[in-house]
């Protein structure tokens, strides 16, 4: 009696293992879009090659060329403006496609007001 007594035991404990059918999360978050940036306040530096840049700022603290494309780097007391520069499709020099921004420290802060204080550091040319 006690053996059956541990098989009836046995067989319940691996019948609550066995599982039904599949999975279903719930409360799953979908994924986000990708962040869009706005380029207002960018119209000096979107579209602009490197002359130009270094022209509008002055000479680049960092120029690094990485496969087809390039990123330059320029900084003042208040921040670091990195720019990325990539050919246009039908070939030609390459245009900033995107720009980042952030502080001295790291701390973020908006990429027009880092292109503005960039350009009066340098004279407002």
Known sequence: MR???TAIL???TLGACA???PV???NAV???PPPTYGTVGLERVMGQNAIALTQLFGPPALDLTEGPGRKVQFASDICVLDAYLYPPASGGVPIVRHVDSRQRIG???DRASCVAALTRAKGGR
């Open 3 to 5: 053996t059956a007594a």
């Open 10 to 12: 046995a067989g319940l």
């Open 19 to 21: 599982t039904t059918g």
């Open 24 to 26: 279903v999360r719930q």
């Open 30 to 32: 979908p994924v986000p």
């Open 107 to 109: 701390a973020p802060i």
